[in-house]
Every structure is written in C-alpha cells, then in structure tokens.
C-alpha cells in the first residue's frame, strides 16, 4: 500500500473511533458525572463499556490483541475523555503504562500471557512505584523481593496506587538489591497478580480524582514466581518504569488539555447567558481578556501534546517533549479552572457546576507522572545535552 493512501485509512479509522467515543461520552458518561463524582462512586458501568470500546487494549499491539493505536490518537482520546470527567481517564491510564512496561521490556513468554488479558481488560491494574517515603526519589524505595529458589519474596508498602482497589495486578516496582551502587542496579520490576501476602490496607481520600481508587497496598512475605520479573533479568527496574513513564506523561498533558478545554468551553457559553449590567458579561472587556488567554492556553497545551505524541511515535527521544507537554499542560488546566471559577462567581463555586470539579482536578495533573518542578529540569537537563556550548 503506497504511504498516501496508508495515512488516509488511518485518518478514517481516527476518525471513526473519535466519533465512537464522543458518542459514549454524550449518551453513557455525561449525564452521569456529577452524581459519581459527589457520590465517589467507582463507575463499574462505565468500565464495561471502555472494555467493549477497547480502551484497555488502546496502546498494546493488535498481535496481543490490542487496538495498537498511535501516541497521537491516544492523546486526543483521552483529551476527550478528560474533557468530560478526568478520573476515567486514570483508569485505563496507568493500566497501559503496566502494559507497555511489559510491552518494552518483557519477554516474548510474558508478552504472549499477560498482554492480552490486559488488552481486553480480563485483567486490569496500573503502576505501583510510589511509597510512604519516597515518590519523586524512586531509587530510595525500600520494597524488597528476595530470590527463594524459583520464586520471589516481597515485603513493603506502596501508596497512591491508581486502580488499587479495583485492579488485579500490578506492574510493582522492588529492591532486588538493596546494596548495590549506583542504586538503580539494584532495582527491578515485578507483575504482581493479587494473592495471599498482597493486601489493600487502606482507600485513599483526596481533594479531587473522585471515583477512580487511590490505595495504599502492603506486601507481607508475598510469594511470586520468578518468571514475573519483567524481561527476565534484575536490575532493569528503573529504566523500565521510566520507559512507561513518557507514554504516561503524554497521557496527563491530554488530560490537562481537556481540563482547560472544558473550563474554557463552560465559561464561553456562562459569560453569554449570565448578565450584569444589562449585558452578557462576555461583553465585558475584563471577562474577554480572561476567555482569550484560556483559548490561546488550551491551543498551546494541545499543540505541544502533540508535538510529544508524534515524536514518541516517530521513536524519537522524547523527555524533553512530554514534559514540556505534561508541564505546560497540567499547568494550563490549573489556571483555566480558577478562571472558570472566577468567571462563574458564585456558581463556580458549586457542586451543581463542574466548574468546582476542574479546579479540585487539575493539581494533580502537576504532581502525577512526575511533579512539575521535576519536568523543568528534565527539559533543561536536555537543553544542556542537545545544545553543548
Ligand atoms: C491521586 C494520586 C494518584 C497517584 N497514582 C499513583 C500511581 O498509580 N502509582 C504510583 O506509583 N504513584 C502514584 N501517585 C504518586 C505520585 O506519583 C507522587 O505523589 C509523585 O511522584 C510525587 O511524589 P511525592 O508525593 O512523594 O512527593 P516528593 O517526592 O516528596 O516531593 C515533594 C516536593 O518536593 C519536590 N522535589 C522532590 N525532589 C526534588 C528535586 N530533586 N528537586 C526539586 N524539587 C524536588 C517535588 O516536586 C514536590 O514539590 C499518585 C499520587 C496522587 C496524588
């Protein structure tokens, strides 16, 4: 097939499955998210529905199985996702940063029994890095696995986890050698199935991020066989969560995208129904400045999101890129949201409004995937790299 007529069978395949999903937001998710969000309520329904549409299989190849989409196409997928309500987005999310993790550096036996039981959802679960005492400084974790003959022991605490509750298993991030120098040598990655040993010791409240389960999770002499360690060999842990991490850094810049997006769009159509003195406070020049800078914020954060998605499918180094995207775009979701409050007055203010929900949301997109302060000296680090005096 020459490459011209390639590309447009896969504009209408995007096409295709944007209108999918655009649909199920409007008809299935829609009418349904304020009363999920107040009520924290885990939206089981929903996740039938994004196994049916295939999002748990977006990113994994279709020889396992999965939808084998772009980082591009996955990006405006969950801009319009995130758009609607943030959490869905985080359910499928940090699934697939497990199956690329398995997908990257997993062996050819792991790849063929794991990926497409997560692909079609049979088994869902996420990323557990994070700890008690360490999130941004992942080299300090303290969960050890012990080789016992042809299995692993596993003691120690994990926190934050995304899906916690909800999910199955779980891409675990471990000390195989506490000892060695430099520290990173001595970790690897697990697939952790729940078991006996593996608990949820407790469910999470938080400001926002409402309906997705956060949990902390505790291993107590949990046994696993050998053949989890992704890619076989000890050592590789960091470099594989790291590898996850850049899809993963794409998918919160879209979902920053379509949080700024969604407080942008609620307020242009507020500030033309709300009147003060005897006009639509869009024809008030403060309000206007306001609406113009929350476009040209959303535009920019859109743009350099997929900037990062092309550059991820195009194999290209990408750091820089994503956390330019993941920074400027999480960043752009917290401004707009308090714009959006700002523009609603009182109603922003509201729990009858989504407009509250937006500025409870958005901080997370700076601290998830790497906190923003972290992002900026990954972009300059590179700029030092790329550009040597
Ligand atoms: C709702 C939610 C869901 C989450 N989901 C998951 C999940 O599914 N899996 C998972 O593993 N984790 C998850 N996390 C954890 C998240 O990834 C961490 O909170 C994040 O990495 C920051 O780590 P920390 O909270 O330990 O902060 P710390 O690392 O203690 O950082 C505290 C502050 O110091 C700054 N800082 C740290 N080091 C430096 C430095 N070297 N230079 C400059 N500034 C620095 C940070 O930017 C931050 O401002 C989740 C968190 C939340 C809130």
Redesign the pocket.
Known sequence: MDTHVARSQANEEEAALLDAIDKWLNRDVRPHVLKLEHADEYPHEMVEQMKELGLFGATIDPEYGGLGLSATTYAKIVERIAEVWMSLS?IFN?HLIMAACVSRMGTAAQKAEWLPKFATGEIRG??????P??????QAIRTRARRDGDHYVINGT???????IQGSCFAL?VKTDPEATPRHKGMSMMLAPKGAGFTVSKK?E?L??KG?D?AELVFDDYRIPADHLIGGEEGRGLQTALGGLELGRINVAARGVGLASAALKDSVKYSQIRKTMGKPICQHQAIQLKLGEMATRVQAARLLTYDAARAYDAGERCDMEAGMAKFYASEAAVENSLEAMRIHGGYGYSKEYHVERYYRDAP?MC????????QR?IIAKQLIERFPA
């Open positions: 985080g940090s996420g990323l557990a890095l994070t700890e005492d360490c999130g941004t400084d992942l994990k926190t934050w986890i995304s899906n916690g991030l999470l938080k926002g991020y997705i956060s997370l601290i998830g995937e790497g906190t923003n302060e972290i000296m």
